[in-house]
């Protein structure tokens, strides 16, 4: 059973940055591809971001891609959110989640495909 805790949430205004954190505990992280999701209110959950377990292979949504940048640390059992140019779109709730990836290089961008998941972290993007 892993156990995922994201952090790093909060206000910013528009063109801001935040960095989010997601500490995993209760597995080996190394053999999980990791992901960002996100979920505003009264839409469904939306894929952000995945990483591979080589920590290299990346895959990001086309609405984030060149703002945000996902990367893991496998000695720190954790996988970071960068957020820059922030947007009053990407208001919303963001998940960590993890999934059991048999290829090192799989990156994972449907939910389904992932195994277990954080509480989530508010971020709010004010204009």
């Known amino acids: 059973q892993v156990q995922l805790v994201e952090s790093g949430g909060g206000l910013v205004q528009a063109g801001g940055s935040l960095r989010l954190s997601c500490a995993a505990s209760?597995?080996?992280?190394?053999?999980?591809?990791m992901g960002w999701f996100r979920q505003a209110p009264g839409k469904e959950r939306e894929f952000v971001a995945t990483i591979a377990r080589n920590g290299v292979s990346t895959s990001y949504a086309d609405s984030v891609k060149g703002r945000f940048a996902i990367s893991r640390d496998n000695a720190k059992n954790a996988v970071y959110l960068q957020m820059n140019s922030l947007k009053p779109e990407d208001t919303a709730v963001y998940f960590c989640?993890?999934?059991?990836?048999?290829?090192?290089?799989?990156?994972?961008?449907?939910?389904?495909?992932?195994?277990?998941w954080g509480q989530g972290t508010q971020v709010t993007v004010s204009s």
């Open positions: 989640a993890a999934g059991r990836a048999r290829l090192y290089t799989s990156r994972l961008v449907n939910p389904y495909e992932y195994d277990y």
């Open positions: 209760g597995g080996t992280f190394s053999t999980y591809a």
